[in-house]
């Protein structure tokens, strides 16, 4: 219950602190920049809810993945847009996500097949063995 009470007080500094930004004078760049902390801390609390409430996350495909088709074998030291849709997908679940934050972590993804990336895929092979 604590944990739930954290997330719901993160939402609502969050949300005071939205409500007092000026809009003039704010460059295209501090936007970005201020919606990408915003999606990132909106993953985080996403990903701490389904952990409070026991289950995986949604299956939803990531932004990051609509038009992104698998053609090639992904390995370690492949790079690509594949590579950060793979995992984005991985941290989709909390079983395979890569890391917690950093790079790799939901909202940080990158185009690197790293040994952090394996880690997640071997995650994802061993808990889906039984159905393949």
Do not use: H, R
């Not at 801390?41 to 698998?70: D, Y």
Request: hydrophobic share 40%.
């Amino acid at each position: 219950m604590n944990q739930i009470k954290k997330i719901i007080a993160t939402i609502t500094n969050t949300s005071f602190v939205l409500i007092g930004m000026p809009v003039a004078g704010i460059t295209v760049a501090e936007l970005e920049a201020s919606i990408a902390l915003l999606t990132q801390q909106l993953t985080t609390l996403q990903s701490q809810l389904v952990t409070l409430q026991g289950g995986t996350a949604t299956s939803t495909v990531p932004t990051v993945c609509v038009g992104v088709t698998f053609a090639a074998n992904l390995k370690l030291g492949s790079t690509g847009a594949d590579v950060k849709c793979l995992q984005a997908l991985l941290n989709t679940d909390i079983a395979t996500k890569l890391a917690e934050t950093g790079a790799g972590s939901p909202g940080n993804e990158t185009t690197y097949f790293g040994s952090i990336t394996k880690t997640a895929v071997i995650k994802f092979q061993e808990k889906y063995a039984s159905e393949v």
